[in-house]
């Protein structure tokens, strides 16, 4: 069963308020990712953990802190946010050089 | 660096009829490739894979066969259905085996 599951499915924010997504698999995969995607576009590539450290951030601006507390877990914790970050964000996994799974999103609305 | 091209939307058809959505790449080595799907409101699923050259990935009767000689990935399928309406997206995995490499996207609109 190759499952990613993503919360919550929507979330509305202030762009002064605190708020996480949260992402979970239970595949054994050892990579995980987080991708952000506009509407009409690919997904863009966000973050990669491998073995629950960072080991690729695509140049990310700092209000989006990503955090992997264990193998099966990945946040991202959302901070001070501008409309234009409204986006849906998708958490992935794989295990190392295999193929990526993707989660159903969350979709996130800056206000 | 890798770059994954696809032919640009909408793809407009009726039910039953055949559908090709073209894919080719430019990438060193030898990539993994993939088509996703995406349902209107929903992430991305694999539709189908294809991991070294003249593998033919087959999944819900599309298929894409990997050709290297010509650094493509065509999808097709024979007879489409209205459920078949999605977003299509061609990509490889390179070298460092943990990236994804996204063509454009292809809408695809079915009519009954």
């Known amino acids: 069963d190759t499952e990613v599951t993503q919360t919550p499915k929507h979330l509305v924010m202030g762009m002064t308020n605190k708020k996480s997504l949260k992402c979970e698999q239970h595949m054994g995969h050892r990579a995980m990712y987080w991708y952000k995607q506009k509407a009409k576009k690919p997904p863009e590539l966000m973050f990669v953990?491998?073995?629950?450290?960072?080991?690729i951030n695509e140049s990310v601006p700092s209000r989006f802190s990503p955090e992997c507390p264990n193998s099966s877990l990945l946040n991202l914790h959302l901070h001070a946010l501008q409309p234009e970050d409204s986006a849906l964000y998708l958490c992935?996994?794989?295990?190392?050089?295999?193929?990526?799974?993707f989660g159903e999103g969350s979709w996130l609305t800056v206000v | 660096g890798d770059s994954v091209t696809q032919m640009e939307g909408p793809v407009t058809l009726s039910e039953e009829a055949f559908l090709t959505i073209n894919c080719t790449y430019t990438?060193?080595?030898?990539?993994?490739l993939f088509w996703y799907v995406q349902y209107p409101g929903e992430g991305l699923q694999l539709l189908l894979k294809?991991?070294?050259?003249?593998d033919k990935g087959s999944n819900k009767g599309f298929e894409a066969t990997y050709r290297k000689e010509t650094t493509s990935f065509h999808l097709e399928k024979g007879s489409v259905q209205v459920s078949d309406s999605a977003v299509y997206f061609c990509?490889?995995?390179?070298?460092?085996?943990?990236?994804?490499?996204f063509g454009g996207g292809t809408r695809l609109m079915v009519k009954p």
């Open positions: 992935a996994s794989s295990q190392a050089g295999n193929t990526i799974y």
């Open positions: 990509a490889l995995n390179g070298n460092a085996g943990n990236m994804l490499t």
């Open positions: 990438a060193t080595g030898y990539p993994s």
């Open positions: 294809a991991t070294k050259a003249d």
């Open positions: 953990y491998s073995y629950e450290k960072l080991s």
